[in-house]
């Protein structure tokens, strides 16, 4: 199975930013899609961004559309997620997970779409 180690974050100021990384070990994370979810102390853990396994598709949760960015190297095992323009209201512990179906609109943003999961790296914005 593959397993998966986010690194990136850290404390910054808003409206600072941040690339978090997913990289992968085990396996290669090709065949994979991979999506970034966020849990926040006190809340559920919500969907965040996804990449199909090709790369060609991305999808994003309204709250971040426009300032997140996912992508994808398969060459260097690695899934990124450029952060933008931070709120407070995006800190928490950020996961990326690995599907082994390719994702699409309908099941993207679903936690029980993604069999792997990292242990987080957590994003804190002061404001």
């Known amino acids: 199975q593959v397993q998966l180690v986010e690194s990136g974050g850290g404390l910054v100021q808003a409206g600072d930013s941040l690339r978090l990384s997913c990289a992968a070990s085990?396996?290669?994370?090709?065949?994979?899609?991979v999506g970034w979810f966020r849990q926040a102390p006190g809340k559920e853990r919500e969907f965040v961004a996804a990449?199909?396994?090709?790369?060609?598709?991305?999808y994003y949760a309204d709250s971040v559309q426009g300032r997140f960015t996912i992508s994808r190297d398969n060459g260097k095992n690695t899934v990124y997620l450029q952060v933008n323009s931070l709120r407070p209201e995006d800190t928490a512990v950020y996961y990326c997970?690995?599907?082994?179906?390719?994702?699409?609109?309908?099941?993207?943003?679903?936690?029980?779409?993604?069999?792997?999961w990292g242990q987080g790296t957590q994003v804190t914005v002061s404001s």
């Open positions: 990449v199909s396994r090709s790369g060609g598709r991305t």
């Open positions: 085990g396996r290669t994370l090709s065949p994979y899609a």
């Open positions: 997970a690995a599907a082994a179906s390719d994702v699409y609109s309908g099941n993207a943003g679903h936690r029980g779409s993604y069999a792997y």
